[in-house]
């Protein structure tokens, strides 16, 4: 009797290829199905990852505590001053880090315990901004960038030592409590690096400057998502917000660019289409939401500007439409297929380079 993961331990091992992989998975599903049996894996044994009320309940906890020392501070507790908030943070940092430090160690508290030691990362600006006022540090930065509270809605070279210790902080944190959401507070602080830091090197704030930064800054970000897939896919999804706000900053930087005439919002189109293969290979839906939203952005600028005066261009577009959706039906119901043609087709260095 095999289970799903010898199959998938042999893949790992380099006994059989992903090719070999599917067309086994596929052939010995439909075998154990016309026996009126399943294929038995871990998960007969072992309790299945899931998330329930309680999941819930604890993230959306540790949501509202985050957002209550970040977004949601008032005029009146940032009137504090420096001392006030380096005092608060590092209370709320130790207490969250403590008690989750504590549920980490029990299997049944681990997530409770993850999104404890989250709360205490997303302390970290924090703690760097109100250093920074007590000791009037801001003459080293870009000036003064306002109120704390202002660090998530508005764009300042001075908030770059708060994003850049909140990066590391989550990385250290990690390194010992290997959690995937410590990795949300981190990428959102990238996410915000890679649009203060044109004003601090480049000293010019212009729209055109923040769009070209935006996609670099995206790439990479999405190299190292991809780079983590790659390395501890099987003991975690830790790469899934790096994936979000990469794609999320090379997305809103390509969008933002200028462009004048057609080829420039073609080419925009196709590199959009691209993210919707890219999604395929992969494996990463989030492309694909990017690629369609990009794709339909291009169908606007049709119908706004090129064919606006063109009676039919609705019509037209409708059956699009229709085909496309179509074609995700078709799509569908050969997906395995088409998972076997890809890795047939890849050269094999790229299939190498295709999370599992």
């Not at 091992?13 to 154990?32: P, T, W």
């Not at 309680?54 to 008032?74: E, K």
């Not at 706000?245 to 005439?261: E, H, P, R, V, Y």
């Not at 919707?276 to 600028?301: D, E, K, P, S």
């Given at each position: 009797m095999?289970?799903?993961?010898?199959?998938?331990?042999?893949?790992?091992?380099?006994?059989?290829?992903?090719?070999?992989?599917?067309?086994?998975?596929?052939?010995?599903?439909?075998?154990?199905?016309?026996?009126?049996?399943?294929?038995?894996?871990?998960?007969?044994?072992?309790?299945?990852?899931?998330?329930?009320?309680?999941?819930?309940?604890?993230?959306?906890?540790?949501?509202?505590?985050?957002?209550?020392?970040?977004?949601?501070?008032?005029?009146?507790?940032?009137?504090?001053?420096?001392g006030a908030l380096i005092i608060t943070g590092l209370f709320y940092a130790f207490a969250f880090g403590a008690v989750g430090n504590a549920l980490w160690r029990s299997p049944e508290t681990r997530t409770p315990g993850g999104l404890a030691l989250t709360v205490a990362v997303a302390m970290v600006p924090m703690i760097i901004y109100g250093i920074q006022d007590a000791l009037d540090l801001w003459r080293f930065a870009y000036g003064k960038p306002g109120e704390y509270k202002s660090f998530f809605p508005y764009i300042h070279g001075s908030w770059i030592y708060m994003e850049l210790a909140t990066v590391a902080a989550a990385a250290l944190v990690m390194r010992f409590r290997p959690f995937p959401f410590l990795l949300m507070p981190a990428g959102i602080a990238l996410w915000f690096f890679s649009m203060d830091i044109v004003v601090w090197l480049a000293r010019l704030d212009t729209v055109a400057t923040r769009a070209n930064v935006s996609v670099l800054f995206g790439l990479i970000t999405i190299a190292a998502a991809w780079a983590v897939d790659l390395k501890a896919r099987d003991k975690g999804d830790y790469a899934f917000w790096l994936h979000i706000f990469?794609?999320?900053?090379?997305?809103?930087?390509?969008?933002?660019?200028?462009?004048?005439?057609?080829?420039?919002?073609l080419l925009y189109c196709l590199i959009n289409v691209g993210l919707l293969l890219f999604a395929v290979y992969m494996n990463r839906r989030v492309y694909a939401v990017f690629g369609t939203i990009g794709v339909a952005t291009y169908l606007g600028h049709l119908a706004a500007q090129v064919f606006r005066d063109f009676l039919a261009f609705s019509f037209v577009l409708t059956l699009i439409g229709v085909g496309v959706i179509a074609l995700g039906i078709w799509y569908n119901k050969r997906r395995d297929r088409f998972a076997l043609w890809m890795d047939a087709s890849l050269p094999a260095g790229l299939r190498r380079l295709r999370p599992h």
């Amino acid at each position: 009797m095999y289970t799903d993961d010898d199959l998938k331990a042999a893949l790992d091992a380099g006994a059989i290829d992903r090719i070999n992989y599917l067309s086994l998975a596929e052939f010995l599903a439909a075998r154990l199905a016309l026996r009126g049996t399943t294929a038995p894996s871990a998960a007969a044994t072992v309790p299945a990852r899931r998330f329930d009320l309680t999941h819930l309940l604890w993230y959306a906890g540790a949501l509202i505590v985050m957002a209550a020392m970040t977004i949601f501070t008032t005029t009146a507790f940032n009137a504090l001053g420096g001392g006030a908030l380096i005092i608060t943070g590092l209370f709320y940092a130790f207490a969250f880090g403590a008690v989750g430090n504590a549920l980490w160690r029990s299997p049944e508290t681990r997530t409770p315990g993850g999104l404890a030691l989250t709360v205490a990362v997303a302390m970290v600006p924090m703690i760097i901004y109100g250093i920074q006022d007590a000791l009037d540090l801001w003459r080293f930065a870009y000036g003064k960038p306002g109120e704390y509270k202002s660090f998530f809605p508005y764009i300042h070279g001075s908030w770059i030592y708060m994003e850049l210790a909140t990066v590391a902080a989550a990385a250290l944190v990690m390194r010992f409590r290997p959690f995937p959401f410590l990795l949300m507070p981190a990428g959102i602080a990238l996410w915000f690096f890679s649009m203060d830091i044109v004003v601090w090197l480049a000293r010019l704030d212009t729209v055109a400057t923040r769009a070209n930064v935006s996609v670099l800054f995206g790439l990479i970000t999405i190299a190292a998502a991809w780079a983590v897939d790659l390395k501890a896919r099987d003991k975690g999804d830790y790469a899934f917000w790096l994936h979000i706000f990469g794609i999320m900053t090379f997305w809103g930087g390509l969008t933002a660019q200028d462009s004048k005439g057609e080829i420039g919002p073609l080419l925009y189109c196709l590199i959009n289409v691209g993210l919707l293969l890219f999604a395929v290979y992969m494996n990463r839906r989030v492309y694909a939401v990017f690629g369609t939203i990009g794709v339909a952005t291009y169908l606007g600028h049709l119908a706004a500007q090129v064919f606006r005066d063109f009676l039919a261009f609705s019509f037209v577009l409708t059956l699009i439409g229709v085909g496309v959706i179509a074609l995700g039906i078709w799509y569908n119901k050969r997906r395995d297929r088409f998972a076997l043609w890809m890795d047939a087709s890849l050269p094999a260095g790229l299939r190498r380079l295709r999370p599992h």
